[in-house]
């Protein structure tokens, strides 16, 4: 079963578009996937009908200035001016919708890149309602967020905040490419496979090609400083189990070395944390198709382990 579901984003703009897909089977649990920057959530089928053939409704929606709310909206790359924790809210709502149809249901979340960051900055504040997360493709202290945030600021305060200049967008992400050869879209980056860089490159409801407001790439820097440090982790109810997945060519978890800083500040606060990083790997770890099954298979019984399944 299917239900498309819109509702108001927390920016009061946009009618957020977003998916329920249910199994033809008793559902054990809801597991929420929550996509990254400039993609959309149907780039995430292979995962969905994974999930769903293990027992699990799964849930999805297209962030403001993404995929179909963006098509529907017109506004492509701006989040409005709600501020950074305005995706994190619109994924609240998701799950509130989600939970008036399928209630008393273990609900899980899956974030993957700047979905992670939503997802950390979720559990800083709803975690209570979770029963685990799992983060893919993370960042810990990202590079350069700081100084590209201040550029930002200046550019917003001399009123160009709805503006886009490539410069800033170069100043945070344009170092991502420094370990890839043969450059030539951009995105080579997501992953080490010609035919996936294509793929999103040329997909009509990614945002990635398209241009980023200055307010919506400077929320995006707030984002990441949001959640970095022990500060972040010791918001996150101790109870509530974390799987944090990546692999070590993905620059945005620095190599490896980010991803283990997000793992040890949940460790220092007390949390139960498992990691797993896969050796030669790019950041879409879920889009190889030698190992996306392997990446499927080891977030179910994550959330099977939690079940006691």
């Not at 200035?65 to 609240?92: I, R």
């Not at 440090?229 to 070395?257: C, H, M, S």
Request: contains cysteine; hydrophobic residues 35%; glycine residues 12%.
């Amino acid at each position: 079963m299917l239900h498309e579901v819109n509702f108001l984003s927390y920016n009061k703009r946009d009618q957020v578009q977003g998916w329920i897909y249910v199994p033809a089977a008793r559902p054990k649990g809801i597991v929420q996937i929550i996509h990254g920057f400039g993609e959309h959530s149907r780039r995430y089928l292979h995962m969905i009908v994974k999930f769903m053939d293990a027992g699990y409704i799964v849930a999805a929606d297209d962030h403001v200035g993404h995929g179909k709310t963006a098509m529907v909206s017109g506004v492509w790359g701006d989040w409005g001016d709600a501020g950074f924790h305005t995706m994190m809210e619109d994924e609240h709502s998701l799950k509130k919708l989600v939970c008036e149809k399928y209630p008393n249901l273990p609900y899980f979340i899956f974030g993957h890149s700047m979905g992670s960051f939503i997802a950390r900055d979720y559990a800083a504040k709803y975690g209570e309602d979770l029963a685990g997360v799992t983060i893919c493709g993370t960042t810990g202290v990202f590079r350069g967020a700081d100084k590209a945030a201040e550029l930002l600021k200046k550019a917003i305060d001399d009123g160009l905040g709805m503006d886009s200049n490539p410069e800033f967008t170069g100043a945070l992400m344009g170092w991502m490419c420094e370990r890839c050869d043969d450059v030539t879209i951009g995105n080579e980056w997501i992953c080490s496979d010609p035919y996936v860089q294509r793929d999103h490159a040329e997909d009509p409801f990614d945002a990635f090609t398209k241009p980023t407001s200055n307010r919506s790439l400077y929320d995006f820097t707030q984002m990441m400083l949001a959640i970095e440090g022990t500060q972040w982790a010791e918001r996150v109810p101790k109870d509530l189990p974390f799987y944090n997945i990546g692999g070590d060519q993905d620059p945005v978890g620095e190599y490896g070395k980010g991803i283990y800083e997000v793992s040890n500040w949940l460790c220092d606060t007390g949390h139960d944390v498992k990691t797993r990083v896969y050796s030669g790997y790019r950041h879409e770890i879920h889009n190889y198709s030698e190992i996306k099954n392997d990446v499927e298979e080891g977030i179910i019984a994550f959330m099977d382990g939690i079940l006691g399944i």
